[in-house]
């Protein structure tokens, strides 16, 4: 066991050499002092959560800062993929990260509970139209382009399963064939994080989730390979269970633990369980920064850091810590319910909340080496009643910021917005 574990974390030390430069979720790239990201999506903080303001009648649906713009993609005016008043379900963007016509092309999932689909919009033309579905497709959640070219969908359900979609050549609006990746995991899916040589990051969506790397036996192979879990060692096996008390305690030294692949293949979440991984509140989704892996604990109102060369875990964004505590209640502005994570200019963590009125918030860079953000400001926040934000995403212009819309009380508004810098 020990073997594999050093070997799982030189493979993973090695992928970080091989993510391209200039993708979405590339390596770094940023200024020392931080002040890059200043230049291209740099802001002043907006007053803070509307609370007073919250409408179904909105014509633009974010509060945003001077500067910047907003404007719809797509929504259901223009898509309406399920009709009868159904809402589409947008949650998760990508985009053709790479190739011909890098970039031109944004890729949805639809988080409905049968017959999930697969949607794209052209961003030059504005057309959008649905690329795949499948009756039994359910909760589609996480999106994510990989370096080999293929779209990377899962399914955020009990028995949840993580596909890989192959594009025709000479057309990325056309999919020719699906296949079923149960060897990543059959887990309750959400974020994705695709490495250069094919390592995968998924974690597991419950309270008591894990989270999980996927090392392949062959680069852009995913029908072969191994699992591995992520456990503390800091801690006995009975205090890697989740209990939302002992949050703070859940940071330190880790490894990386082999599953039983036979186990894998049919409840990815038991197999971890055997070899007491450590135990999150509700992990969604994992952005990797240079030498480090984010993920999103939505009932901790926390991000985590995972050091990926130096195996060591610690709280980035953490609500009561360096950003405030949320009282919806009182109209107190603060962190709640982190969900998705989206890699920005300059290195920074652009995080948005699943909750009512979600927020999106952007973390400065751990200059001070503490492993937390030295600080944390609000970038936008959402006015509709009923919706939450979801699939936060930078594509290949790093001044536009891709947002969905999801349930809202308007009708015909769930969809995709940008919000560029002016």
Not at 143 to 163: K, N, Q, S
């Given at each position: 066991?020990?073997?594999?574990?050093?070997?799982?974390?030189?493979?993973?030390?090695?992928?970080l050499a091989l993510v391209p430069a200039?993708?979405?979720?590339?390596?770094?790239?940023?200024?020392?002092?931080?002040?890059?990201?200043?230049?291209?999506?740099?802001?002043?903080?907006?007053?803070?959560?509307?609370?007073?303001?919250?409408?179904?009648?909105?014509e633009q649906p974010f509060v945003i800062p001077e500067g910047?713009?907003?404007?719809?993609?797509?929504?259901?005016?223009?898509?309406?993929?399920?009709?009868?008043?159904?809402?589409?379900l947008t949650d998760m963007n990508t985009v053709n990260e790479t190739g011909k016509q890098a970039g031109r092309y944004l890729y949805r999932?639809?988080?409905?509970?049968?017959n999930g689909a697969l949607s794209v919009v052209d961003l030059k033309t504005g057309e959008a139209k649905v690329i795949a579905q499948d009756q039994g497709w359910r909760r589609l959640d996480g999106i994510r382009w990989t370096p080999w070219g293929t779209i990377l969908?899962?399914?955020?359900?009990?028995?949840?399963?993580?596909?890989?979609?192959?594009?025709?050549?000479?057309?990325?609006?056309?999919?020719?064939?699906?296949?079923?990746?149960?060897?990543?995991?059959?887990?309750?899916?959400?974020?994705?994080?695709?490495?250069?040589?094919?390592?995968?990051?998924?974690?597991?969506?419950?309270?008591?989730?894990?989270?999980?790397?996927?090392v392949p036996s062959k680069r852009s192979d995913l029908s072969d390979g191994q699992l591995y879990a992520l456990k503390?060692?800091?801690?006995?096996?009975?205090?890697?269970?989740?209990?939302?008390?002992?949050?703070?305690?859940?940071?330190?030294?880790?490894e990386w633990v082999a599953l039983d692949m036979n186990q894998v293949v049919v409840d990815a979440d038991a197999a971890a369980n055997a070899v007491a991984a450590t135990e999150f509140g509700r992990p969604e989704d994992v952005e990797v920064i240079g030498r480090t892996l984010y993920v999103a604990n939505t009932s901790e109102d926390r991000v985590v850091a995972i050091d990926l060369i130096s195996s060591v875990l610690s709280s980035f964004v953490q609500?009561?810590?360096?950003?405030?505590?949320?009282?919806?209640?009182?109209?107190?502005?603060?962190?709640?319910?982190?969900?998705?994570?989206?890699?920005?200019?300059?290195?920074?963590?652009?995080?948005?909340?699943?909750?009512?009125?979600?927020?999106?918030?952007?973390?400065?860079?751990?200059?001070?080496?503490?492993?937390?953000?030295?600080?944390v400001a609000q970038f936008a926040s959402l006015k509709d009643t009923g919706a939450e934000i979801s699939g936060i995403?930078?594509?290949?212009?790093?001044?536009?910021l891709f947002l969905n819309v999801q349930h809202p009380d308007k009708e015909l508004a769930d969809g995709t917005w940008m919000i560029t810098k002016r």
């Amino acid at each position: 066991m020990r073997t594999r574990i050093i070997a799982a974390a030189a493979i993973c030390a090695t992928a970080l050499a091989l993510v391209p430069a200039g993708t979405g979720h590339a390596a770094d790239g940023q200024a020392a002092d931080g002040h890059a990201a200043d230049r291209l999506m740099g802001f002043d903080p907006i007053g803070g959560t509307p609370y007073s303001e919250a409408t179904a009648t909105w014509e633009q649906p974010f509060v945003i800062p001077e500067g910047y713009s907003q404007r719809m993609v797509a929504d259901e005016t223009v898509l309406d993929i399920y009709g009868g008043g159904v809402d589409d379900l947008t949650d998760m963007n990508t985009v053709n990260e790479t190739g011909k016509q890098a970039g031109r092309y944004l890729y949805r999932t639809h988080e409905v509970d049968g017959n999930g689909a697969l949607s794209v919009v052209d961003l030059k033309t504005g057309e959008a139209k649905v690329i795949a579905q499948d009756q039994g497709w359910r909760r589609l959640d996480g999106i994510r382009w990989t370096p080999w070219g293929t779209i990377l969908f899962a399914e955020e359900t009990a028995g949840g399963r993580l596909f890989e979609a192959f594009l025709d050549p000479k057309d990325p609006t056309k999919i020719v064939r699906v296949e079923a990746r149960p060897e990543v995991g059959i887990l309750r899916h959400e974020g994705i994080e695709a490495l250069g040589n094919g390592v995968l990051f998924v974690i597991d969506e419950l309270n008591g989730g894990s989270i999980f790397m996927f090392v392949p036996s062959k680069r852009s192979d995913l029908s072969d390979g191994q699992l591995y879990a992520l456990k503390l060692t800091g801690l006995a096996d009975d205090a890697q269970v989740w209990n939302a008390g002992t949050v703070g305690q859940k940071v330190g030294a880790f490894e990386w633990v082999a599953l039983d692949m036979n186990q894998v293949v049919v409840d990815a979440d038991a197999a971890a369980n055997a070899v007491a991984a450590t135990e999150f509140g509700r992990p969604e989704d994992v952005e990797v920064i240079g030498r480090t892996l984010y993920v999103a604990n939505t009932s901790e109102d926390r991000v985590v850091a995972i050091d990926l060369i130096s195996s060591v875990l610690s709280s980035f964004v953490q609500a009561g810590v360096n950003v405030p505590v949320e009282n919806a209640e009182a109209g107190v502005t603060g962190f709640n319910n982190p969900d998705n994570l989206a890699q920005g200019p300059g290195g920074r963590l652009w995080v948005v909340e699943d909750n009512y009125l979600s927020d999106v918030w952007v973390a400065r860079r751990d200059l001070n080496r503490d492993g937390a953000a030295d600080s944390v400001a609000q970038f936008a926040s959402l006015k509709d009643t009923g919706a939450e934000i979801s699939g936060i995403y930078f594509g290949k212009d790093p001044k536009t910021l891709f947002l969905n819309v999801q349930h809202p009380d308007k009708e015909l508004a769930d969809g995709t917005w940008m919000i560029t810098k002016r």
